[in-house]
């Protein structure tokens, strides 16, 4: 179990870094008490030390020839943060992040979110999901719980999402075999996974990443084919792979039952839902959203549903992203389940089988 506690170790690290500026200005946040400009500036200035250096970003060209007043759309920011968080029965709470000082429009072209809604998730073919344990299973499950979740990452300015979606079900389902933490490489599928309708930084579909994996015949490791968060030629040594997957994806679509069942019976499973704004402002409860929509050419962004449960009579999926411990609530977020929220029903998948490459092959030499 050396792997999964190494994952704990790395999770507990990510969380204590980031001394919490959320907490710090609960009082702020939640409007107990009115904000005022000098609060402001030493929020902005706990901001900047808190979240620049390891944000690393780089706004893209168009917007780097502006002069953007970054301490006043912080400013903005936190009013917003303020008028959400003293709304009246708020299902969620907002608060700052990583993010909290880029435009709207900068934010969208960072995950370069409008190029996955060119993906057609009904062009998924839905998978017959065996109903094996029936009404016996839990009212609440968290994989996180039984040390199968691997760390949360990041994947930058760069939209490929539906990479680590993937990884972080096949790293998740292979420490559920084989209780060991084996960091994938999110860029091989980036570069690598194009003939499966694919498109490296401008999106790409898990289902399709699976049965990449599966007939490309193994998956890197992260080590060996590092992340770049560019799309780059496929220079990927098949006799680095780590790991496999057989039988292909399986396709669940429509039934947010099914995927409960099936998130319980087999462990993670890489889902998809629409962006909207607001949802990057996420702190901590349970996402809802009345503005975006929910069919399979709506979803935008592809992300790794790890539990589900009940909160405060709400339904809701607990989820990793993929922005970094530093967003959300340590790197994860929970939305409504059973309303097809944002799309969470349309477009999701899980690997069948995942094995070991190293293993299989000695198990051959025997
Ligand atoms: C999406 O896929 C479905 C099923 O294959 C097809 O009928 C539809 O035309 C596709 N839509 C787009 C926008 O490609
Ligand atoms: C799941 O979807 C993928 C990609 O759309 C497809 O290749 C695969 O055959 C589907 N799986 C099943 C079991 O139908
Ligand atoms: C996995 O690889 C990523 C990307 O290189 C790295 O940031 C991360 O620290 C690694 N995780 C662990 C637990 O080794």
Redesign the pocket.
């Known amino acids: 179990m050396q792997g999964s506690k190494i994952a704990v170790l790395a999770l507990l690290f990510s969380s204590l870094a980031l001394a919490n500026i959320n907490k710090d200005f609960a009082h702020i946040l939640d409007g107990t008490s009115a904000v005022t400009l000098d609060d402001i500036e030493v929020m902005y200035s706990k901001f900047v030390q808190q979240y620049k250096q390891q944000m690393n970003y780089s706004p893209s060209s168009q917007f780097k020839s502006q002069t953007i007043d970054r301490k006043m759309i912080f400013a903005q920011k936190v009013q917003e943060i303020i008028k959400h968080n003293t709304a009246p029965s708020v299902s969620y709470k907002k608060g700052l992040n990583p993010f909290s000082d880029m435009t709207e429009e900068e934010f969208v072209s960072y995950y370069n979110i409008n190029a996955q809604a060119e993906q057609n998730c009904s062009?998924?073919?839905r998978?017959e999901i065996p109903q094996l344990m029936g009404d016996g299973i839990p009212e609440q499950w968290d994989w996180r719980d039984k040390g199968i979740v691997s760390p949360v990452k990041n994947q930058g300015h760069c939209g490929s999402c539906w990479t680590f979606s993937t990884v972080g079900c096949l790293e998740a389902h292979y420490l559920k075999r084989y209780g060991q933490f084996k960091n994938l490489s999110e860029q091989q599928l980036v570069d690598c996974a194009s003939a499966y309708d694919n498109h490296g930084c401008n999106g790409g579909l898990p289902?399709?990443a699976f049965?990449y994996v599966k007939d490309n015949g193994g998956i890197s490791t992260e080590a060996s084919y590092p992340y770049q968060a560019v799309t780059n030629q496929c220079t990927v040594n098949p006799s680095s792979y780590a790991v496999g997957v057989r039988g292909?994806?399986?396709?669940i679509s429509l039934s947010e039952e099914d995927l409960r069942q099936a998130l319980f019976n087999n462990g993670p499973i890489s889902i998809a839902f629409q962006v909207v704004d607001g949802f990057r402002d996420y702190s901590s409860g349970v996402y809802v959203s009345s503005t975006c929509k929910n069919g399979p050419s709506d979803v935008n962004h592809a992300v790794l549903a790890v539990g589900y449960g009940t909160e405060n009579g709400v339904n809701y999926w607990l989820i990793k992203n993929s922005w970094g411990a530093a967003w959300g609530d340590k790197g994860f977020f929970k939305m409504q389940r059973g309303v097809n929220m944002c799309g969470v029903a349309v477009c999701n998948?899980y690997p069948q089988e995942v094995y070991d490459i190293s293993q299989e092959f000695k198990v051959f030499l025997q």
């Open positions: 062009a998924t073919k998978s289902s399709h049965e292909g994806a399986v396709n998948s």
